[in-house]
Nanobody
């Protein structure tokens, strides 16, 4: 059974930074594509960033490019999302997701992922 647990969310002022972590249990993440998504109230769950199994292939949503960075530490079975220059509109619940098949590239759609964390709230005050 694969479990993903996010942490690192919280309340931050606009312009500040947060680093989200996603720790996996039940599988080794190194062979799998991973993604970060976010969902604000009344909106759909949208991709923020995604990384392929080899870490060399990444994807960022246009509104976070240059501010957010996705990375992985396979020794810790953890994927990170470093968020800098946060804006009020970044406020949302952030979810970590894992592909169910190995050796995949960065995936941009929520339906392509098989495993999800419970989410962590990020609130940016203006």
């Amino acid at each position: 059974q694969v479990q993903l647990v996010e942490s690192g969310g919280g309340l931050v002022q606009a312009g500040g930074s947060l680093r989200l972590s996603c720790v996996a249990s039940g599988r080794t993440l190194s062979r799998y594509a991973m993604g970060w998504f976010r969902q604000a109230p009344g909106k759909e769950r949208d991709v923020v960033a995604a990384i392929g199994w080899n870490s060399a292939i990444g994807y960022y949503a246009d509104d976070v490019k240059g501010r957010f960075t996705i990375s992985r530490d396979n020794t810790k079975n953890t994927v990170y999302l470093q968020m800098n220059s946060l804006k009020f509109e970044d406020t949302a619940v952030y979810y970590c997701a894992a592909d169910g098949s190995p050796w995949g590239s960065a995936l941009k759609r929520a339906g392509q992922y098989d495993y999800w964390g419970q989410g962590t709230q990020v609130t940016v005050s203006s």
